[in-house]
């Protein structure tokens, strides 16, 4: 894994008003690594994700993705930047009245100038990548959950991102289809190199995958913890020790 981080956040803080989601969270995402974000209800885990994609402007702090300062960054270089970013919402976020085939062309279409023969086919690469190259033509109603989570994923990677948000890609999921999509994750940083960041409150996800984790403390509203799922859990604060250990391994 290189040295080289993708993403320097340093002292965020967002804010609703009067109310503090978090603030003093500093921390680098590594070439090569899947990072997960976790923590209890309210923490601010999806908020911290937005952020980070430039959805929601910080209160105060930095994000710097893949060498761009989100903050000083101009609609054309955030447009640039967008399309090497991946994102995945929890919900797969699929638009209904498409194929998942027409679903995963739409950033195709709308970021390159590839006719459809070659947006079709890269689409299809795609899908077939997420186990999906026989249900290009089914609508997402006619898949399971599990299949919308991959068909998310793929969508996210139709070009080929160096960099892939997932947002609790896990969630709902029945433990066999969980542990694939595991896999999947897995397979999209070994053999394609992407740098993934996850929010999850998954613990099977988070020892199955996370290279580091950090903690967010919706009560200290900060980053109580960044360290290896296992260390976290050896030798983590108490309250992510306690987090970790509902019914992950043993340290």
Same mark, same amino acid.
């Given at each position: 894994?290189?040295?080289?981080?993708?993403?320097?956040?340093?002292?965020?803080?967002?804010?609703?008003?009067?109310?503090?989601?978090?603030?003093?969270?500093?921390?680098?995402?590594?070439?090569?690594?899947?990072?997960?974000?976790?923590? #209890?209800?309210?923490?601010?885990?999806?908020?911290?994700?937005?952020?980070?994609?430039?959805?929601?402007?910080?209160?105060? *702090?930095?994000?710097?993705?893949?060498?761009?300062?989100?903050?000083?960054?101009?609609?054309?270089?955030?447009?640039?930047?967008?399309?090497?970013?991946?994102?995945?919402?929890?919900? *797969?976020?699929?638009? *209904?009245?498409?194929?998942?085939?027409?679903?995963?062309?739409?950033?195709?279409?709308?970021?390159?100038?590839?006719?459809?023969?070659?947006?079709?086919?890269?689409?299809?690469?795609?899908?077939?990548?997420?186990?999906?190259?026989?249900?290009?033509?089914?609508?997402?109603?006619?898949?399971? *959950?599990?299949?919308?989570?991959?068909?998310?994923?793929?969508?996210?990677?139709?070009?080929?991102?160096?960099?892939?948000?997932?947002?609790?890609?896990?969630?709902?999921?029945?433990?066999?289809?969980?542990?694939?999509?595991?896999?999947?994750?897995?397979?999209?940083?070994?053999?394609?190199?992407?740098?993934?960041?996850?929010?999850?409150?998954?613990?099977?996800?988070?020892?199955?995958?996370?290279?580091?984790?950090?903690?967010?403390?919706?009560?200290?509203?900060?980053?109580?913890?960044?360290?290896?799922?296992?260390?976290?859990?050896?030798? #983590?604060?108490?309250?992510?020790?306690?987090?970790?250990?509902? #019914? #992950?391994?043993?340290?």
């Amino acid at each position: 894994m290189s040295a080289e981080p993708v993403i320097r956040v340093r002292d965020l803080a967002v804010r609703f008003g009067e109310r503090t989601i978090f603030e003093h969270v500093s921390f680098d995402v590594l070439a090569g690594e899947i990072f997960v974000i976790l923590g #209890g209800s309210g923490c601010g885990k999806s908020t911290l994700l937005k952020v980070m994609i430039g959805l929601i402007e910080p209160a105060a *702090g930095t994000v710097e993705i893949l060498g761009q300062d989100l903050a000083s960054a101009s609609m054309e270089e955030r447009r640039a930047l967008l399309r090497r970013l991946g994102v995945m919402w929890q919900s *797969g976020a699929l638009f *209904g009245s498409m194929t998942l085939l027409e679903n995963v062309e739409v950033p195709i279409e709308e970021h390159t100038a590839l006719p459809r023969e070659a947006r079709e086919m890269l689409a299809r690469a795609r899908l077939g990548v997420v186990g999906l190259g026989d249900a290009t033509g089914r609508l997402p109603a006619e898949i399971s *959950g599990g299949m919308a989570k991959r068909a998310g994923i793929a969508r996210a990677m139709a070009l080929d991102p160096p960099l892939l948000y997932l947002d609790e890609p896990s969630a709902g999921l029945d433990p066999i289809t969980s542990e694939r999509l595991d896999q999947l994750i897995l397979n999209l940083r070994d053999h394609l190199g992407t740098s993934i960041v996850m929010v999850t409150h998954e613990l099977a996800s988070i020892f199955a995958v996370a290279d580091r984790a950090l903690f967010l403390d919706a009560k200290e509203k900060t980053m109580t913890a960044l360290d290896t799922p296992r260390h976290l859990l050896a030798h #983590g604060p108490e309250a992510v020790r306690s987090f970790l250990r509902r #019914g #992950g391994p043993e340290a």
